[in-house]
């Protein structure tokens, strides 16, 4: 690793006698200035390092001191001479005001001692070449109409010679600098204002950012750097090499500490830099083309604007990108499909204490100011470790083993890593593993250094109330469990045992019906422990566990996915919402359940606008077909509106639609599966949202339901009930045309002319305001007047003339009013709220009313967990990564005042969207009000995520709230057509003035009409075929008398 086998060979950095002291100093001003020696070091520093370093590991109060640089790293240089009013930093500080130089270090930091300063100052004014450049240049009269060249390293320059001023930098004086300047030589103005990155290909790079431990300049690792011999150094073999311990040398960087640790993040950035910078650069020669998914990618670009930008492939050669650890993966998946599971999880943690890291560490000295002396060692010990397992085999024949290195929060590496023993070694029985495993401590007389190591190694605490500071303590207790109770000795635990303390728990997985008993669900839990025993080699008998009754085979007979549709609890209050059926409703219920128990076949499609209560009557009709034992297949196109069904799903994931249908595309259906079963004992299928999908979809679903029931009638004889409204979203086709767009609807298959309309026209929502909703209506009819700009006239009453920014604060004003006095009134904040259809408006929105609520403005960084993750197998860049679509990924949140309001994801318990008030992240979640689809939840710690400020959303979001005061704000032209009249169809309550139309671009109140009229006219022409008669029907008419209005 040092010097390649002798490949490498460079002369020794030179050392500075007089720092080399301060750095060996054991009184008490050197450990002051080794425990402070990042901000010694960057009070005297040239350039500053902008990094964004994790405080929680770099503070001293409590732990081990990391360093930990949180995205990239780079090194940026001044002007010769501070701006107006503003202080000397940096470069400066030689330059300018030298008289009062000590002061202005000092206030770099109040733990600056100023004899330390002092000390270190005459020393670099001695031994520096650019310190003495810089001081030659404070001294010039003509300093305003100086310019100064940092140079770069001469190709023939001997490595680790002394540089000399002249060699390092060069003063200019007017504009002569044209001819001076090469490479990468770098051009300091006197007054620029601006700031310029030093390149990390230079060799200056080092020397200008860490003069403690190069004091003589010497120039660090360049692209022309050379060994001895004249090959060629790269930057990894560069700095491994003089970061190694050479006996018969004082390297200033081995007594670097805390600064060490800088120094060697900032170059292992730099080396990882260089990496991703010749990858972007080649992507031709790693043939990024051809992989899998990019197309995918490119398309995804064109609809996430998060992800707008040139794209670089990461090869799986670049360790820790997404298809390395694919590839790693993969690679262990092969090992356990060829050989079998692993048999053992072992980890192996770095002990500071080792004797090789404590007899190699400096006077002074603690293992945490040596990263490369705990690695080294750490590694070294797990190849002897791993030797003895794999090679010499202490725990058995190994067949195939994986393993892991990572580094823990605290800089400490550990490895995990799996073994696969062979067959006749294998742990089969507690003795075997007593063999291995030692869970006590081992008597004091008889192994006196097992008994130590154990003590000092594996005993957890003290923690609880002897330390109720310790780390593993959370709400009083102690998190991992201690103390555990003793047991004298390992034992096969009772499954009996197992059975009573988890059956409460493991029953719950399936859901019953009100006349399901716990009878038919423990037969159901005991029917498939045996399927997943039988996996295994193993049958349910071989385990005390208790008998199923005689029903058992019968019921396992029944397919789970079958099972599960059939103990769908039913709700009683669904039940009597027959009561509260309107006449269109009632009209519509009666329709359908007299098709179902005359056992005929129809395709119906329940058509109103949003409002009008079609999710209402689908929960009716299928709360009393299942209570008379029926089977109903509850799905919709959208996730959102599934999950208002009781036992929805998506259509697509329910049955199996490709995602790309064509003209003879058919579901994923095997006649024989289980699914295809539930199909045929289904009466009925609900199929919400159907506007939205793609028709070819629909006609898959139809042959694949002909082929399924060998009917060749519309979807096989079954009674299909779609809905929705086609005033709102419509099919998505990329790139589609206008006639594409058309095509794709549903109205325009030919299993249109055999579907029964079933208009609902009482809008719930706008019951109170009959103009509103007919006026709504009008427009997604495309009943509305428009101009030759197919433009819709807006009643001034509803819009708002955009005269500035000032108009955006009257509407909120009139939305909010008086904010400041009702900033913690909960029923004043949960029945209002500003809907815009495009995010980006949401959060400047958000903005602007955030600042006018009363508060210090923070911002939040999040901390998430996976529960119970005792390993933290899960780093925070991952799990900070996880948002639902639509939603950015953030670790920060700006913006928020305590008592604000927010929205909430991947909450638990609460649901998605939910708003909360922001007095949790200052209470430390005592007192975490949950306003909006939850209630209230007083006193009670729930874990949240939240997102954004909750005062404005989208209209998607919008789907599942109710709120009082509702404004609508189209801020920009709006994008889709049918989002308008679904933008109009939310809230409690309606008026005339809730629709708020500020067009940024337009100078009248004109709302763009999208809504292509041609398909206005086939809608309304082929809805009213289809409810005034039934065409070509395959089953008996319907009396015309029962048909809907």
């Known amino acids: 690793m040092c010097c390649m086998n002798g490949r490498i060979s460079l002369p020794d950095l030179p050392t500075s006698p007089e720092l080399l002291e301060l750095f060996r100093d054991q009184t008490t001003t050197g450990r002051h200035f080794r425990k402070f020696i990042r901000l010694y070091n960057h009070s005297f520093a040239f350039t500053s390092m902008g990094v964004h370093v994790d405080q929680n590991l770099s503070s001293t109060s409590r732990g081990i001191y990391t360093f930990r640089a949180q995205g990239g790293i780079y090194h940026q240089i001044g002007s010769l001479l501070p701006n107006t009013n503003a202080r000397p930093r940096f470069l400066q500080l030689y330059i300018y005001d030298t008289e009062h130089e000590i002061e202005n270090r000092i206030l770099e930091s109040e733990s600056l001692h100023r004899d330390i300063v002092e000390r270190i100052q005459i020393i670099l004014d001695e031994q520096n070449p650019f310190v003495r450049t810089f001081r030659q240049l404070a001294r010039r009269p003509d300093l305003h109409q100086c310019k100064l060249i940092i140079k770069e390293q001469a190709p023939n320059q001997p490595q680790y010679s002394l540089p000399t001023a002249s060699q390092v930098a060069a003063i200019v004086v007017g504009g002569d600098e044209a001819g001076l300047l090469s490479g990468r030589d770098i051009l300091v103005q006197t007054l620029s204002g601006a700031l310029i990155t030093v390149q990390d290909v230079a060799g200056y790079y080092d020397p200008l950012q860490y003069p403690l431990l190069f004091p003589f300049g010497t120039y660090g690792w360049d692209i022309n750097s050379r060994t001895n011999n004249g090959a060629k150094v790269t930057c990894r073999e560069y700095y491994a090499y003089i970061c190694q311990i050479r006996h018969n040398t004082s390297s200033l960087l081995l007594y670097g500490g805390r600064l060490l640790q800088q120094y060697a993040v900032d170059n292992y950035v730099k080396m ?62 092969s090992l356990v499909q060829k050989f079998g599971k692993p048999d053992l999880f072992i980890t192996m943690t770095c002990n500071p204490g080792w004797d090789e890291i404590r007899n190699e560490l400096l006077p002074g000295q603690i293992a945490q100011d040596r990263p490369d002396l705990l690695t080294r060692v750490f590694k070294s010990k797990f190849e002897q470790f791993k030797h003895d397992v794999v090679n010499i085999g202490v725990f058995g024949t190994v067949i195939a083993y994986v393993y892991v290195f990572e580094f823990q929060k605290r800089g400490l590496p550990h490895v995990h890593m799996l073994l696969i023993i062979d067959e006749n070694d294998k742990l089969r029985n507690p003795d075997d593993y007593d063999q291995i495993v030692r869970a006590e401590i081992p008597a004091k007389e008889e192994q006196p250094q097992l008994h130590c190591a154990v003590l000092k190694h594996m005993i957890h605490g003290p923690c609880g109330i002897q330390n109720p500071r310790s780390p593993c303590m959370k709400n009083g207790k102690c998190k991992k469990g201690y103390p555990k109770p003793f047991s004298l000795e390992t034992y096969q635990v009772g499954v009996r045992e197992l059975w009573n303390e988890f059956y409460t728990y493991m029953v719950e997985d399936y859901p019953s019906s009100s006349e399901a008993t716990d009878v038919v669900r423990t037969n159901l839990l005991l029917n498939d422990l045996k399927v997943l025993l039988l996996q295994h080699g193993k049958h349910i008998t071989d385990y005390d566990l208790p008998v199923a009754t005689a029903a058992s085979e019968q019921i396992s007979a029944i397919p789970r996915i079958i099972q599960d549709e059939i103990n769908i609890p039913v709700v009683d209050e669904e039940i009597n919402f027959l009561d509260k059926l309107n006449h269109d409703q009632r009209v519509a219920y009666n329709t359908i359940m007299g098709v179902i128990e005359r056992k005929e076949s129809m395709i119906f499609f329940v058509d109103g606008p949003g409002g009008t209560g079609k999710t209402f009557l689908y929960r009716t009709l299928l709360a009393n077909l299942r209570k008379l034992g029926h089977i109903a297949i509850a799905t919709a196109t959208s996730g959102i509106a599934a999950t208002l069904l009781p036992g929805g799903r998506t259509a697509h994931s329910r049955f199996k639609i490709p995602l790309t249908p064509d003209a003879s595309s058919t579901c994923s259906i095997s006649i024989q599966s289980d699914l295809a079963e539930l199909i045929r004992r289904a009466t009925v299928v609900v199929w919400d949202e159907a506007p939205m999908v793609n028709r070819r979809a629909v006609e898959a679903f139809d042959r694949t339901l002909k082929d399924i029931m060998e009917v060749d009638s519309p979807f096989g004889g079954k009674v299909v009930i779609f809905g929705g409204d086609f005033r709102q979203v419509l099919p998505v086709v990329p790139n589609g045309t206008r006639s594409e767009m058309i095509d794709a609807c549903i109205v325009k298959s030919p299993l249109w002319r055999y579907v029964k309309v079933l208009h609902l026209k009482y809008n719930m929502r706008t019951i109170n305001d009959e103009h509103f909703a007919e006026y709504v209506r009008r427009i997604g009819d495309g009943n509305e007047p428009f101009t030759k700009d197919d433009l819709v006239k807006v009643p001034s009453s509803m819009a708002i003339q955009w005269e500035g920014e000032h108009s955006v604060y009257n509407l909120i004003e009139e939305v909010f009013p008086d904010l400041h006095n009702h900033a913690s009134d909960a029923k004043y904040m949960v029945d209002r709220a500003l809907l815009t259809p495009i995010n980006d408006d949401v959060d400047k929105l958000n903005a602007k009313i955030i600042s006018q609520f009363p508060g210090e403005e923070v911002t939040l960084h999040s901390f998430d967990e996976v529960e119970e993750d005792t390993q933290h197998l899960y780093q925070q860049e991952f799990l900070n990564s996880i948002s639902p679509g639509g939603k950015m990924n953030k670790s920060t949140f700006k913006g928020r005042k305590n008592g604000s309001w927010g929205t909430t994801i991947h909450n638990s318990g609460a649901i998605d969207s939910s708003r909360v008030n922001d007095t949790a992240f200052w209470e430390m979640w005592k007192a975490n009000q949950s306003i909006s689809n939850i209630g209230s939840i007083d006193n009670k710690v729930v874990k949240l995520r939240i997102y954004s400020p909750g005062w404005g959303c989208t209209v998607q979001a919008d789907k599942t709230q109710l709120w009082r005061m509702v404004k609508r704000v189209l801020i920009s032209q709006l994008y889709e057509s049918s989002n308008v009249h679904d933008h109009k169809d939310r809230g409690k309550t309606k008026g005339l003035d809730d629709m708020v139309i500020m067009q940024f671009i337009k100078t009248q109140a004109d709302l763009d009409h999208l809504m292509y009229k041609e398909l206005c006219k086939i809608v309304t022409r082929l809805m009213a075929n289809a409810a005034g008669k039934q065409l070509e029907s395959p089953t008996k008419d319907i009396d015309p008398s029962s048909s809907s209005h």
Do not use: C
């Open 272 to 333: 990882e830099s260089h990496k991703l910078r010749w990858i972007r650069q080649n992507q031709l020669a790693i043939w990024a083309e051809q992989y899998q998914g990019l197309q995918d990618a490119f398309q995804a670009g064109e609809n996430e604007a998060d992800n707008v930008g040139r794209r670089t492939i990461l090869p799986s050669s670049f360790v820790g990108s997404p298809r390395d650890m694919v590839q790693r993966f993969q690679d262990a998946m």
